[in-house]
């Protein structure tokens, strides 16, 4: 008899929440309660617990079920090395001119 998994991703079994969900979660709640709490930033800790649950939102496109998955699929499409190849066709023309 063989145990099959579905997938190698770490499940805590709440709606498909990860060990990574958390570990990203818990430093943005911590930072909210120390802004909120400790300063007078009241409004840009709010914008910032907002953002961040933006970030936590479960989507479906494809694989990546949450938001800051795809954010961060976005800038590095956005921002990958890009390869120009720049041909110069007057001088074949000009060649081929010359040749008749």
């Known amino acids: 008899m063989y145990i099959t998994v579905k997938t190698i991703k770490r499940s805590l079994g709440f709606k498909g929440i990860e060990i990574l969900d958390i570990a990203i979660s818990f430093p943005i709640i911590v930072l909210f309660i120390l802004l909120f709490c400790l300063t ?22 494809s694989k990546k079920n949450r938001m800051y998955k795809i ?30």
Do not use: Q
């Not at 699929?73 to 008749?100: A, M, W």
């Open 71 to 100: 954010i961060g699929l976005i800038f590095s499409f956005i921002f990958r090395t890009k390869y120009f190849v720049y041909i110069n066709d007057k001088e074949e023309y000009i060649n081929e001119e010359n040749k008749s």
């Open 40 to 61: 007078s930033l009241k409004i840009p800790s709010l914008t910032f617990l907002m953002l961040g649950a933006f970030c936590l939102l479960p989507i479906n496109i």
